[in-house]
């Protein structure tokens, strides 16, 4: 919290995984602000998309909070595309 209060930091991220999110969101609740968490796409400063039910509905999330504090999800689903090379 002091580094933050330091630095004015407008995003502190971190991987999706448990620890990350398990210490972000206390490090969120300490300094008052929201937590995003399995973020796959970011669209502007302040609005974020990420999967919920269980990967099968995307959701649009808008949050104006500083600083704000998010998990990324590393590796969103890519759809397969197909290619010409001999196997």
Do not use: W
């Not at 502190?12 to 300490?30: E, M, N, P, Q, W």
């Amino acid at each position: 919290a002091a580094l933050q209060k330091q630095h004015s930091f407008d995003f502190i991220c971190g991987c999706s995984t448990s620890c990350a999110k398990a210490l972000l969101a206390r490090f969120a609740a300490v300094i008052n602000v929201p937590m995003l968490t399995d973020v796959i796409n970011i669209v502007d400063k302040t609005t974020f998309q990420r999967y919920v039910y269980a990967g099968n509905a995307l959701e649009t999330v808008s949050l104006h909070a500083s600083p704000l504090v998010m998990t990324i999800r590393p590796s969103p689903h890519i759809a397969f595309q197909a290619c010409d090379a001999p196997a």
